[in-house]
């Protein structure tokens, strides 16, 4: 099992979460497991450069809608989104 793949199946077991995602800079969709919206690896490096940018590479990006919310992280280089259930 690669590592990304580990990375997703991991955070797959954690509570809510229903998606994960790894991807690179370039918005390349490294590995995804669970329920990821298709075609969002772009919108998800491009999220996070944005953001990073703003504040700072060690930052957790949150987007929010009430059908669901996405946490973004970035370490070593790779883009880890986690998609979570909508809130109760």
Excluded: W, Y
């Excluded at 998606?19 to 491009?46: K, Q, R, W």
């Excluded at 009430?66 to 809130?87: C, D, H, N, W, Y």
Aim: one cysteine or more; proline letters at 3%; hydrophobic letters at 50%.
């Amino acid at each position: 099992m690669s590592s990304f793949a580990s990375t997703c199946a991991a955070a797959l077991q954690k509570e809510g979460v229903i998606g994960a995602m790894c991807v690179d800079a370039n918005g390349l969709a490294l590995h995804s497991e669970g329920t990821v919206p298709e075609g969002c690896s772009g919108a998800v490096a491009e999220l996070a450069s944005q953001s990073f940018a703003l504040v700072g590479d060690d930052a957790v990006v949150t987007a929010e809608a009430p059908k669901g919310k996405v946490l973004i992280s970035r370490s070593e280089g790779v883009t880890i989104a986690l998609f979570m259930q909508p809130a109760a």
